[in-house]
């Protein structure tokens, strides 16, 4: 599990298509990661040392979820569409699924014929299906190289999307549940975005540049998309390096601006942190302290 660095801070921002990123809330105690907005209101989660935290940005309150039947959680969680359950994947990597409030969690892929490790990324608008990276049992993220999965959010009906070249990883559905983007290194050995239809079939590139383009984020109202931009020649997706949490036009690519430049990676930006009325999205850095 990963934890800030001696000197450095979690810092917690939020920003939108028309408004400059705003500082939320600060730690120097717990490396928070991967927010997600919770609907009807401005709560975020974000997972930590194991555990999912709720943060309000607005009293500057964190709490732990209790969960029960639940190990210890990785940075891929995502709300269910019904606003009362949120799916999160685990370090045995598998895919729970729990009350937002807290309470028993539910194994949902416990298909014993399913030899692949899970990573969750994505959830259907209609809550039935789940959007996954598989990786090989044995691997570690990092590792050889992933591919799109979907499955049944009941466990069932797995479906492989794609097959290499290279690693693909972000799979999230589109709000019509038409698409899924995630990134991919298939087109020319680094990550690009791209997206897919649920069937496989129309396989399209969306970015083109030389920066190492990772984790497409859709908001809801279907106009906008976010993404982080590692620098040219990144392999992978780590932590503690400069990155770019851009924005873009879901009808024009080639337009995408800059929202913000800082410190962070892996855990700035993994899952949706869209807003429910696309008004604004989450992200994390994690810069070093200031000096006194």
Same mark, same amino acid.
Request: glycine share 12%; proline share 10%.
């Given at each position: 599990?990963?934890?800030?660095?001696?000197?450095?801070?979690?810092?917690?921002?939020?920003?939108?298509?028309?408004?400059?990123?705003?500082?939320?809330?600060?730690?120097?105690?717990?490396?928070?990661?991967?927010?997600?907005?919770?609907?009807?209101?401005?709560?975020?989660?974000?997972?930590?040392?194991?555990?999912?935290?709720?943060?309000?940005?607005?009293?500057?309150?964190?709490?732990?979820?209790?969960?029960?039947?639940?190990?210890?959680?990785?940075?891929?969680?995502?709300?269910?569409?019904?606003?009362?359950?949120? %799916?999160?994947?685990?370090?045995?990597?598998?895919? %729970?699924?729990?009350?937002?409030?807290?309470?028993?969690?539910?194994?949902?892929?416990?298909?014993?014929?399913?030899?692949?490790?899970?990573?969750?990324?994505?959830?259907?608008?209609?809550?039935?299906?789940?959007?996954?990276?598989?990786?090989?049992?044995?691997?570690?993220?990092?590792?050889?190289?992933?591919?799109?999965?979907?499955?049944?959010?009941?466990?069932?009906? %797995?479906?492989?999307?794609?097959?290499?070249?290279?690693?693909?990883?972000?799979?999230?559905?589109?709000?019509?549940?038409?698409?899924? %983007?995630?990134?991919?290194?298939?087109?020319?050995?680094?990550?690009?975005?791209?997206?897919?239809?649920?069937?496989?079939?129309?396989?399209?590139?969306?970015?083109?540049?030389?920066?190492?383009?990772?984790?497409?984020?859709?908001?809801?109202?279907?106009?906008?998309?976010?993404?982080?931009?590692?620098?040219?020649?990144?392999?992978?997706?780590?932590?503690?390096?400069?990155?770019?949490?851009?924005?873009?036009?879901?009808?024009?690519?080639?337009?995408?601006?800059?929202?913000?430049?800082?410190?962070?990676?892996?855990?700035?930006?993994?899952?949706?942190?869209?807003?429910?009325?696309?008004?604004?999205?989450?992200?994390?850095?994690?810069?070093?302290?200031?000096?006194?």
């Amino acid at each position: 599990m990963r934890q800030l660095q001696p000197g450095q801070i979690c810092r917690i921002w939020t920003a939108g298509p028309g408004e400059p990123p705003v500082a939320r809330f600060a730690t120097s105690r717990l490396r928070l990661e991967s927010p997600n907005w919770l609907s009807g209101g401005d709560d975020l989660v974000l997972n930590g040392g194991g555990r999912l935290w709720r943060l309000s940005p607005a009293t500057g309150r964190l709490d732990e979820v209790p969960f029960t039947g639940l190990p210890p959680v990785n940075n891929d969680h995502l709300p269910d569409p019904d606003g009362k359950h949120i %799916y999160l994947s685990a370090y045995d990597r598998k895919i %729970y699924r729990a009350p937002v409030e807290g309470g028993a969690a539910e194994l949902i892929t416990d298909d014993p014929a399913a030899e692949v490790l899970h990573f969750l990324h994505g959830v259907h608008p209609s809550g039935d299906r789940l959007a996954f990276i598989g990786l090989p049992p044995g691997q570690r993220p990092g590792e050889g190289h992933g591919d799109v999965f979907t499955v049944s959010a009941r466990g069932r009906d %797995y479906r492989r999307l794609t097959c290499g070249p290279g690693h693909s990883d972000g799979c999230e559905y589109s709000p019509d549940g038409e698409w899924l %983007y995630f990134n991919t290194e298939m087109f020319d050995g680094h990550a690009q975005i791209a997206r897919i239809r649920p069937d496989g079939s129309g396989l399209e590139q969306l970015t083109f540049d030389d920066e190492v383009n990772w984790f497409p984020h859709l908001s809801p109202d279907g106009r906008w998309a976010t993404y982080i931009a590692f620098p040219a020649g990144t392999r992978g997706h780590p932590p503690n390096v400069r990155i770019d949490v851009r924005i873009v036009a879901l009808d024009d690519w080639s337009a995408a601006r800059t929202v913000a430049t800082v410190a962070g990676g892996q855990g700035s930006l993994d899952t949706n942190s869209w807003s429910a009325d696309s008004s604004a999205f989450a992200f994390v850095s994690y810069p070093a302290a200031p000096p006194e």
